[in-house]
T-cell receptor, first 114, second 115 residues
Framework: QKEVEQNSGPLSVPEGAIASLNCTYS??????FFWYRQYSGKSPELIMF????GDKEDGRFTAQLNKASQYVSLLIRDSQPSDSATYLC??????????????FGKGTKLSVKP | DTGVSQDPRHKITKRGQNVTFRCDPI?????LYWYRQTLGQGPEFLTYFQNEAQLEKSRLLSDRFSAERPKGSFSTLEIQRTEQGDSAMYLC?????????????FGPGTRLTVL
């Protein structure tokens, strides 16, 4: 089982809809969880991170974490064509601790149709 | 505040040659990370530094790879005797202790092609 799993997509949603991106992780010791956006040919860009169970909202983005189910999701409200990109889920075992590296999933490709 | 910079942006080399990449982190960022990304995959961790100390190195990292951060500022990643399987995007990221090291900001990457 891969450490971080995402559906590779593509996920296609119409403009203005809610896009829902999902991620599961295998290590129960994981402490903090990240969503990055990566446009084709560009480097990953941090959208937001979450470390407590529940929801965290930032503008049109909401991250949801359920540690019992080992599940993280990202909701994008009012999706725009400019949101079309690959969304990478990443986990870090220690929040601010000694293990600094992120473990990434393969990413989900999102396409927002005008 | 400038972001993470990497040089060169593209490198084409022949198999067996050595290559060196440079990364300049965001000013005052204590930690610096190297990742590698191939097409259709997420970034894969290689190594990271806290100031000048190399704190962790991936077990997947071949002995042909070496990284340094001699003065705790910029870092270099060297690949010796390159192989075609080394072709990838090499990404550098940095983070700040005051933000709990949680936010890793990536540079534009160096795309390596080994012929």
């Amino acid at each position: 089982q891969k450490e971080v799993e995402q559906n590779s997509g593509p996920l296609s949603v119409p403009e203005g809809a809610i896009a829902s991106l999902n991620c599961t992780y295998s290590d129960r010791g994981s402490q903090s969880f990240f969503w990055y956006r990566q446009y084709s040919g560009k480097s990953p860009e941090l959208i937001m991170f979450i470390y407590s169970n529940g929801d965290k909202e930032d503008g049109r983005f909401t991250a949801q974490l359920n540690k019992a189910s080992q599940y993280v999701s990202l909701l994008i409200r009012d999706s725009q064509p400019s949101d079309s990109a690959t969304y990478l889920c990443a986990v870090n075992r220690n929040y601010g601790g000694s293990q600094g590296n992120l473990i990434f999933g393969k990413g989900t490709k999102l396409s927002v149709k005008p | 505040d400038t972001g993470v910079s990497q040089d060169p942006r593209h490198k084409i080399t022949k198999r067996g040659q050595n290559v060196t990449f440079r990364c300049d982190p965001i000013s005052e960022h204590n930690r610096l990370y190297w990742y590698r990304q191939t097409l259709g995959q997420g970034p894969e961790f290689l190594t990271y530094f806290q100031n000048e100390a190399q704190l962790e190195k991936s077990r997947l990292l071949s002995d042909r790879f070496s990284a340094e951060r001699p003065k705790g500022s910029f870092s270099t990643l060297e690949i010796q005797r390159t192989e075609q399987g080394d072709s990838a995007m090499y990404l550098c990221a940095s983070s700040l202790r005051d933000r709990g090291y949680n936010e890793q900001f990536f540079g534009p990457g160096t795309r390596l092609t080994v012929l």
